[in-house]
């Protein structure tokens, strides 16, 4: 560097002297690098570098520094990333690690980065993402869709997804070698990045205003926490809390649980899990059905053998029953016949008595009833015999 001018014994430079001795100062102020943290803004990636500011606002007034991974730097960050989960966007907060750097051209100080603490950024995501699950568990928002009830026969499905995904195709796969005639309503969607959120929302918001819709299923395969990110995003939560119909998920891996997933009626670990589900539900109301009906028609089958059995029994009774009236008829119809043979003149005259009529026919019941000379006609058991009254004895 060449002599310092002095001017009334204060240094004096030109432009990028002064830039040379800013960087100078900084290099040998920050020999191993300093970490500063903030919020992501003005993300840019042109090929092979990487842009981007930190800003913080303290008191409303906002402070910026500029970020530059330069492409030596930006493999071994990115393997970073990737091992973490993570990918850098606007809004994410982090915390890099670099040298100062003031580049004179534009006059700004910069930050030429080297490294990344991911667990940082996981810890503040961790921290937003346990402060909107307490704030949705407080307002009730959790149980709403639960409260939901599953359809008897969930059949008319509306599924939000990629159609491109491959937890989807294996899903669709499921229900349809189910062999159960489901009716599939596909809104096909961004799973992640930036149009995520908001195609997911009002996928889920017109299904809710159709009728036609049973369930509605939200799926999404495996990846990264970064490209799960949008199923712990707060609209998509209030859109499946205010859904009109049940909403199952299936979103990640087994060891993945979105905000989805905790707001949703059911929970299913993938995307296959979730149409088995309700494959499930369908099949046990079939099991149910059958054996329902198996127990009717064996009911029917036991109150049919015991009507069968009873109108034998009562068939059985009339023939008794009328053979054993006719019998007793028969009986008294024979006591009255004796009763009236005992009362027949004839069987009495055999007994020795007879009956007398006068010429007229009269009964002659007493001697008055004739006089000397009347004709008068004695009948007895076998016979009549003719008389001449010659004296009556009173």
């Known amino acids: 560097m060449p002599d310092i001018e002095l001017v009334d014994g204060v240094p004096s430079f030109t432009v990028s002297q002064f830039a040379g001795v800013l960087n100078k100062v900084l290099s040998q102020s920050f020999d191993d690098g300093v970490w500063v943290e903030g919020e992501i803004q003005g993300y840019r990636a042109p090929k092979p570098h990487l842009y981007f500011s930190l800003v913080e606002v303290v008191n409303g007034k906002t402070s910026k520094l ?60 961790a921290e937003q993402r346990a402060a909107l699950i307490q704030k949705l568990k407080d307002t009730g928002v959790t149980k709403m869709n639960k409260r939901r009830p599953v359809p008897v026969v969930p059949l008319r499905l509306g599924i939000v997804s990629s159609s491109q995904a491959a937890g989807f195709a294996d899903a669709r796969k499921h229900l349809m070698e189910s062999g159960i005639a489901f009716s599939i309503t596909l809104c096909d969607v961004r799973v992640q990045g930036d149009e995520a959120v908001p195609m997911i929302v009002g996928a889920i918001q017109a299904l809710s205003r159709r009728d036609d819709i049973d ?32 909403v199952f998920t299936g979103i990640g891996h087994q060891v993945d649980q979105s905000i989805a997933d905790i707001v949703a009626h059911t929970e299913c670990k993938t995307p296959t899990a979730c149409a088995d589900a309700v494959i499930e539900i369908v099949n046990d109301f079939l099991h149910d059905l059958n054996s329902t009906a198996a127990h009717v028609r064996s009911a029917t089958l036991t109150a049919v053998e015991k009507a069968r059995g009873k109108m034998r ?42 009956i007398t009529r006068t010429a007229d026919g009269r009964v002659v019941r007493s001697a008055a009833d004739v006089a000397k000379g009347d004709t008068i006609t004695t009948l007895v058991a076998d016979g009549a015999i003719t008389s001449t009254v010659e004296g009556t004895d009173r």
């Open 66 to 125: 500029d970020i530059k991974i330069f492409a030596g730097m930006l493999a071994p960050i990115q393997k970073k990333l990737r091992n973490a989960g993570l990918e850098l966007k606007d809004g994410m907060k982090v915390r890099v690690r670099g040298n100062p750097d003031f580049y004179a051209p534009f006059g700004t100080l910069g930050l030429k980065t080297f490294d990344i603490d991911t667990k940082f950024t996981i810890g503040d995501i």
């Open 215 to 246: 369930l509605v299923l939200v799926m999404r395969g495996g990846g990264s926490k970064n490209d799960l990110a949008a199923f712990d995003d707060e609209r998509i939560a209030m859109a499946i809390a205010r859904c009109r119909h049940p």
């Open 313 to 354: 029994l009562n068939r059985e009774r009339l023939v008794t029953r009328a053979r054993t009236a006719l019998e007793r008829q028969g009986q008294r119809v024979a006591l009255h016949a004796a009763t009236v043979r005992g009362l027949d003149p004839v069987v009495t005259m055999a007994r020795g008595w007879s």
